[in-house]
T-cell receptor
Framework: DADVTQTPRNRITKTGKRIMLECSQT?????MYWYRQDPGLGLRLIYY???????NKGEISDGYSVSRQAQAKFSLSLESAIPNQTALYFC??????????????FGPGTRLTVL | GQQVMQIPQYQHVQEGEDFTTYCNSS?????IQWYKQRPGGHPVFLIQ?????EVKKQKRLTFQFGEAKKNSSLHITATQTTDVGTYFC????????????FGKGTMLLVSP
């Protein structure tokens, strides 16, 4: 969805390096999420934030940290990247107002390779 | 922990054949959503089911939510090459602030 952008789109880095993936949205949504996708494993939730002052761990938060700089921005950091963090990372947003239909809008993804 | 199992993992059909993917939860769901991810793309929302026994249709796609709200299915009638992609179900365990738990997805390949 063009309203959710991720930078960079592709990144190759080395083991031990610190990496930040950024997500911005113009949808005005309160909720933001970071997912990781690996072949055959589907989408797994890393962290999520329901508003600027709210940060929650997801299913696989170890080795990751996040920052919600503003309603529209949610960054994911890998403090010391390792090869098994090689994956496709998606940011997503959803709208708190319509709880009955909490549709997730995904960004285009960041393909991260850790050598 | 909460689990959403999805089968099959992969299916290859000839254009015109039908396709079904199934989703099962270890716990009762508040609602379930379905997403489609085209090759090289990102997941895109298709539909949400909320009520026990609910059936919804979108053209050739039929979505069902089980009576016990623990399983769901997506059926595509007469597949087309444009149906190629990975289909994910995503269950919500409780209403309100709980997050979605995604199944591992079913990759559909359609040969002309």
């Amino acid at each position: 969805d063009a309203d959710v952008t991720q930078t960079p789109r592709n990144r190759i880095t080395k083991t031990g390096k610190r990496i930040m993936l950024e997500c911005s949205q113009t949808k005005g949504h309160d909720r933001m999420y970071w997912y990781r996708q690996d072949p055959g494993l589907g989408l797994r939730l890393i962290y999520y934030s329901f508003d600027v002052k709210d940060i929650n761990k997801g299913e696989i938060s170890d080795g990751y940290s996040v920052s919600r700089q503003a309603q529209a921005k949610f960054s994911l950091s890998l403090e010391s990247a390792i090869p098994n963090q090689t994956a496709l990372y998606f940011c997503a947003t959803s709208d708190r107002i319509s709880l009955a239909l909490d549709t997730q809008y995904f960004g285009p993804g960041t393909r991260l390779t850790v050598l | 922990g909460q689990q959403v199992m999805q089968i099959p993992q992969y299916q290859h059909v000839q254009e015109g054949e039908d396709f079904t993917t199934y989703c099962n939860s270890s716990t009762t769901l508040s609602n379930i959503q379905w997403y489609k991810q085209r090759p090289g793309g990102h997941p895109v929302f298709l539909i949400q089911l909320v009520k026990s026994g609910e059936v919804k249709k979108q053209k050739r796609l039929t979505f069902q939510f089980g009576e016990a709200k623990k399983n769901s299915s997506l059926h595509i009638t007469a597949t087309q090459t444009t149906d190629v992609g990975t289909y994910f179900c995503a269950g919500r365990m409780n209403s309100g602030y709980s997050t979605l738990t995604f199944g591992k997805g079913t990759m559909l390949l359609v040969s002309p």
